[in-house]
C-alpha cells in the first residue's frame, strides 16, 4: 500500500473501528482515513466519544441512524446500502476496510448486514476501490471472546504501545469498564481477509454465507 493512501472503514458501531482495525489506523498515521458507522448518531452517549475518537485518528468521518435496537430486526439490503453512500464523502479509495460478511463474532446482524452492502456495492461498481479487506475474527460459537484467525491473509501482533492507546481509546474515550465485553476483547493482534477484485469478495459473501 503507497505512503499516502486513502482508506475508508465502514461499520455497523462507534467502537467496531477500533476494536477490530484500531492498531492498523494507529500504525498509518500518514493514510487519510474516512471512518463512517452506520448506526448511532441519535446516541447521545455514543456519538460525541465517536466524533473524539475521529480526532485522536485524525480521521474524517460520519454516523448514521439505522436502527440498533435490541431486537436486531433484519434490515433491507437497500436501506443499508443507501446509508453507506450517502455516508461516505468519496467513492474513490486505494483500501475499504469493512465487517466480515460472518462478522466477529456470533452474531450481530448488523456487522453482516453491513459486510453485505460494502461488497455488493463493490461489486456494482457503486463504490470503487483497489483492495478490500474484512475483519477476520472468531469466538468458537461463543466458545471465547473474539479473537483474531491466525490463518487469514493478514495477521500481525501490534506493538505493545499501539496496543496501549487501543485500549485507552476503548476504555477512556468510549468509557468501556475494564471488564466489559469491549475492553476484555481488545484484541493484541489484527487480523483482515483480502481481496483485491469485487468477483472475489462476492465469491467469499456467498461462501461465508452458506457457512452461517
Not at 463512517?36 to 474524517?60: G, K, N, Q, W, Y
Not at 484484541?187 to 483482515?192: I, L, M, N, R, S
Request: glycine letters at 4%; proline letters at 6%.
Amino acid at each position: 500500500m503507497k505512503k499516502s493512501a486513502i482508506v475508508a472503514v465502514i461499520v455497523a458501531h462507534p467502537d467496531d473501528e477500533t476494536l477490530w482495525a484500531g492498531g492498523t489506523i494507529l500504525k498509518h498515521p500518514f493514510w487519510e482515513w474516512i471512518i463512517i458507522t452506520l448506526c448511532r448518531a441519535d446516541d447521545p452517549d455514543r456519538a460525541p466519544r465517536f466524533h473524539s475518537v475521529l480526532e485522536m485518528f485524525h480521521a474524517r468521518g460520519n454516523m448514521g441512524y439505522l436502527d440498533d435496537g435490541p431486537a436486531q430486526n433484519p434490515l433491507d439490503e437497500n436501506l443499508v446500502k443507501t446509508a453507506v453512500l450517502q455516508l461516505l464523502p468519496d467513492r474513490h479509495f486505494d483500501l475499504i476496510i469493512t465487517h466480515d460478511p460472518a462478522g466477529e463474532y456470533t452474531r450481530h446482524l448488523r456487522h453482516e448486514e453491513t459486510s453485505r452492502a460494502v461488497i455488493d456495492l463493490w461489486y456494482d461498481k457503486k463504490i470503487s476501490a483497489h483492495e478490500l479487506r474484512t475483519f477476520a475474527y472468531e469466538d468458537g460459537g461463543k466458545a471465547y471472546l473474539p479473537q483474531p484467525i491466525k490463518n487469514a491473509d493478514l495477521f500481525f501482533e501490534l506493538p505493545k504501545k499501539i496496543w496501549w492507546k487501543k485500549y485507552q481509546i476503548i476504555t477512556e474515550i468510549y468509557g468501556f469498564n475494564m471488564n466489559s465485553f469491549e475492553a476484555q476483547t481488545t484484541p493484541h493482534a489484527e487480523a483482515f481477509w483480502q481481496f483485491s477484485s469485487p468477483d472475489l469478495a462476492r465469491q467469499w459473501l456467498k461462501k461465508r454465507g452458506n457457512e452461517q
